[in-house]
């Protein structure tokens, strides 16, 4: 059972144009989010988090948001650039005793020059 | 800045041999972890260490077997390879705060299983 799900495994935007990256939880316990690049042949690297009491959150070219009622949250990247093609997955967690994160499947961005 | 070092960024084994994955992080982190990355299935937990000596399994743990008797090390030991551990071994660390904790990966060892 999923409980972190990225519908989306691919998307293609051109280089200065929004990239818009979704995920949809169903564990209403979930209470930190986070999100990770991966470039091929490396590990993840951390990008951006969020917490349950938040609804936004900003960092630089980056924005996290967070629909609570519909267990939703996105990734928008403004504006994006080449070096932004990567794969993206999100993370979840809401067991703060063992720190444990549940990841999506991620999202393959390709962002055209 | 935080490191997260792997043994060995390519490995071919084997059916049937015993593997050892070694894992070392540099930042006095309390939690460490190992996942696999597979095409479509995204990171899945394997085993992660919530203290020197301390395992617990995650979600995909048959056919594999944890170690860390030092705080900056975490081993994942695949006791019989067979094909179908042939995956991307990511491990990562985190400091073990309360809260958001967020997880530091090392950049994986691709093992073949032959």
């Known amino acids: 059972d999923q409980q972190v799900k990225q519908n989306s495994p691919s998307l293609s935007v051109q280089e200065g144009r929004i990239s818009i990256l979704n995920c949809d939880y169903t564990?209403?316990?979930?209470?930190?989010f986070l999100w990770y690049k991966k470039y091929p042949a490396e590990g993840p690297t951390f990008l951006i988090s969020?917490?349950?009491?938040?609804d936004k959150n900003e960092d630089g070219r980056f924005t996290v948001f967070l629909n609570k009622s519909a267990k939703h949250l996105s990734l928008h990247i403004v504006p994006s650039q080449p070096g932004d093609s990567a794969v993206y997955f999100c993370?979840?967690?809401?067991?703060?005793?063992?720190?444990?994160?549940?990841f999506g499947t991620g999202t393959r961005l390709k962002v055209l020059a | 800045d935080v490191k997260v070092t792997q043994s060995s960024r390519y490995l071919v084994k084997r059916t049937g041999e015993k593997v050892f994955l070694e894992c070392v992080q540099d930042m006095d982190h309390e939690n460490m972890f190992w996942y696999r990355q597979d095409p479509g299935l995204g990171l899945r937990l394997i085993y992660f260490?919530?203290?020197?000596?301390?395992?617990e399994k995650g979600d995909i743990p048959e056919g594999y077997s944890v170690s860390r008797e030092k705080k900056e090390r975490f081993s994942l030991i695949l006791e019989s390879a067979s094909t179908n551990q042939t995956s991307m071994y990511l491990c990562?660390?985190?400091?073990?705060?309360?809260?958001?904790?967020?997880?530091?990966f090392g950049p994986g060892t691709r093992l073949t299983v032959l």
């Open positions: 969020i917490s349950s009491i938040k």
């Open positions: 993370a979840a967690s809401g067991d703060s005793g063992t720190y444990k994160y549940i």
């Open positions: 260490s919530y203290d020197v000596k301390m395992k």
């Open positions: 564990n209403s316990m979930f209470d930190y």
């Open positions: 990562a660390s985190s400091l073990g705060q309360g809260g958001l904790d967020t997880q530091y």
